[in-house]
């Protein structure tokens, strides 16, 4: 069975439309810390990643900088701008070397008036958009450091395989300076947020990469906070 990410309109199309989408995109290549477009842009194109990952960010008035995602390979962003053609209302910059899958405008137009189901998928990414905002704005109001962190990390888990029935073995792939600009914490606090997770048995750090050993625990955990 194909695997989709969670927030890749593929998932959410048929194979007519998933063949439509790629004849009709065009392929853009980008360089490490290079930016796809900033706050304030024109919106007019929709991406998804073919390969590569993508930071998306909004430095504030104060010059603070609030990361609102990291996005990978099967992933999709700039899609909200299509749908109410208004500006960007963030910046996204690439982590990585990153291929991207570009719907323009017009190509965005034939899409949706062959294939409906490709507007069906929007809304999809919309709502996954909208779901996950809210629980970020909610996590940030009423949880500390290792709730948010701990949140965090079982938001990437929920859309992976699990390599064995209870997950135990799961691998996800998150720096502590990604995961820190993740949860607007600093990267000391994650640190010692890993730490007391991996002396309670919950997971291992090895190389930017974190092992989840007992994920029925890291739920139980996080529903009591």
């Not at 796809?36 to 024109?42: E, I, K, L, Q």
């Not at 929709?46 to 900088?65: L, M």
């Amino acid at each position: 069975m194909t695997k989709y990410t969670f927030q890749d309109i593929f998932q959410w199309l048929n194979p007519e439309a998933r063949l439509a989408f790629i004849k009709i995109a065009q392929t853009r290549k980008y360089l490490k810390r290079q930016i796809v477009f900033a706050n304030g842009d024109d919106g007019n194109e929709f991406y998804r990643i073919a390969s590569g990952k993508v930071r998306i960010y909004e430095i504030t008035a104060d010059e603070r900088e609030l990361t609102y995602g990291l996005l990978e390979a099967g992933d999709c962003f700039g899609f909200v701008s299509l749908l109410d053609n208004g500006p960007r209302h963030a910046t996204v910059e690439t982590c990585s070397k990153v291929e991207l899958q570009v719907i323009t405008q017009s190509a965005f137009e034939k899409l949706s008036a062959k294939h409906p189901i490709f507007l069906d998928g929007l809304l999809q990414l919309c709502a996954i958009h909208i779901r996950g905002m809210a629980d970020r704005l909610a996590s940030a109001h009423f949880d500390n450091v290792p709730a948010r962190l701990l949140r965090c990390i079982l938001r990437e888990v929920d859309f992976s395989e699990p390599d064995s029935v209870d997950g135990t073995g799961l691998s996800v792939r998150f720096s502590q300076s990604e995961l820190a600009l993740m949860i607007g914490a600093s990267r000391q606090s994650v640190n010692k947020a890993l730490q007391a997770f991996q002396c309670q048995g919950l997971l291992s750090v090895c190389g930017g990469r974190l092992t989840i050993q007992n994920l029925k625990k890291m739920r139980a955990l996080s529903a009591e906070r």
